[in-house]
Structure formats: C-alpha cells, structure tokens
C-alpha cells in the first residue's frame, strides 16, 4: 500500500503535474472567484517557470549530492552492489537489449569497478516499478548488459523482486551475508544520502560509491535559459528525494531524516 499511495501522490505532487493542476483549477475557479482563480494560475505559472527556467533544481539536489564522497579505493573488494533505476524496462524487454534512461552512469560505473575487481561478486538489486505495464525486471537488463560485455555468469548475484530502495536493502541482506570483504555500493549521487539510511538500517555495511552526478557544485542561483528540459527533471528529482526523505524518516524507515557519513 505504501507504495502505491507513494507512486500516485508523486504524480500529482511533482512539479509539471503541479503547475498543471494549479493552472486548471485557478482557471475553473476564474468562472465564479475570478480574483483566487487567477492567483491560482499565475502560482502554476510560476512553479513551472522556476523549475524550468532557473537553476533552482542545482541548487536543491546539490547538498544531496555533496552528502556522501567517494572513499579511498579499496585494496580488496568483496561485493558491487548497483541499485536499480536506471533502464528503461519496457523497451529493453522489447527489444532485447539494456536501455538506459538518464541514471545510466550506474551500469557504466559499475562496470569499471567490475573490471577493477575482478574477484567481486556484481550484486543487481532491481525488479519492476509498481506502476509499470509490461517490461522486465532491472536484474534482466543488468544480465544482458554485463554478459554481453564479458563479465562471467557467476559473477552475478541478481535480486530481481525489489520495488524501491527499502526494498533493494532488505531483498539484498540475505544475498551478501556469505560475501566477505568490503561491499560498494553505487547508485546515483543525490539518491545515495537516502540509499545510505536504509542499508544502515537493514544492518548492512556499506560503502558509497556515488555517481550520476546532475550538478557541478558551482551554480548559483540564476535565470537559466538554455536547458529548461534538464532543469525541470533536475528540480523534479530533488524535489522528490526530498520528500522522500521526509517521508521515510517519519514513518521510521530510516533513523536521521538526512542520513550522512
């Protein structure tokens, strides 16, 4: 239910879903209370044009970012772990091949670290979203990318069940409780501060290997006229860790609402 009540509020609450609403609404509203309704609709306006338009997005996913720093490589390394969500599922199901959306830079890092340590086991810990029709679970598309790039069958530990990052800790304990050694793990850089909490609290030992960065850490804030693309989806991201945050913190899934090194 969690889940569910997650995916749906997100669809409203993210920030193209919100001016929009705003938007509609504050023009219906326009009909009988011109002034409220039209107050309403410039606040729409205004939500997109900032998220669009500024580098408000930078600045909000920096501190996310920023949270947690890579360590000093490891002589040994026993497990990489590499969070799911960053395929497309549908189209890779499709088309039989692995499809990366904009976090793909997990499977590139993942990669070069399997590559570096050749005696690690690749932990996959992805499965299918809960609103999604048709596809295949991240674990498959991981599969297909690392044999298909030399890297050994039994190498691979696939966890293909897991839903969200709650999920990827608790699916996973049980897959790296016979490996030794030191475990990284990799996912995206404003997504590890959450991803962090959650394998601490799972009693899982990690280390953050961030990547996927979508700031330089030298914005400030400014007009921003030249990607307004890139700046929504950066401000939506933020946003929704944010929030996420929040929300696992208060309902206890995590125990520092911003967990950090």
Do not use: C
């Not at 011109?34 to 909000?60: D, E, I, N, W």
């Not at 690749?122 to 809960?130: F, K, L, R």
Request: hydrophobic share 45%; aromatic share 8%.
């Amino acid at each position: 239910m969690f889940l569910i009540v997650a995916k749906i509020f997100w669809t409203v609450a993210q920030p193209l879903a919100a001016a929009l609403l705003l938007v509609v609404v504050g023009l219906l509203l326009s009909i009988r209370l011109r002034k409220s309704g039209v107050s309403m609709a410039v606040l729409g306006v205004l939500v997109l044009a900032v998220s669009s338009f500024t580098t408000t997005g930078a600045l909000l996913i920096r501190p996310l970012e920023e949270r947690f720093e890579r360590p000093a490589w490891p002589q040994h390394v026993g497990a990489i772990i590499m969070l799911g969500g960053a395929s497309n599922g549908p189209i890779s199901a499709a088309r039989q091949i692995s499809e990366f959306n904009l976090a793909g830079d997990r499977f590139a890092e993942t990669l070069k670290l399997a590559q570096l340590y050749p005696e690690a086991k690749i932990v996959i810990s992805g499965g299918m979203a809960v609103l999604q029709d048709g596809g295949e679970p991240e674990a498959e598309t991981a599969q297909r990318f690392f044999l298909g790039l030399g890297i050994p069958q039994d190498r691979l530990v696939l966890e293909s069940q897991s839903r969200n990052t709650e999920e990827n800790a608790e699916f996973s304990k049980s897959l790296l409780a016979g490996i030794e050694g030191p475990k990284l793990l990799v996912t995206s850089a404003f997504h590890m501060p959450r991803s962090m909490g959650l394998f601490r609290k799972a009693g899982i030992e990690v280390l953050p290997w961030p990547t996927d960065y979508r700031s330089s850490g030298l914005e400030g804030f400014g007009v921003d006229v030249t990607n307004p693309v890139d700046n929504l989806m950066t401000t939506t991201t933020a946003i929704r860790e944010w929030i996420g945050l929040a929300v696992y913190h208060w309902t206890g899934k995590i125990d520092e609402m911003f967990p950090g090194p």
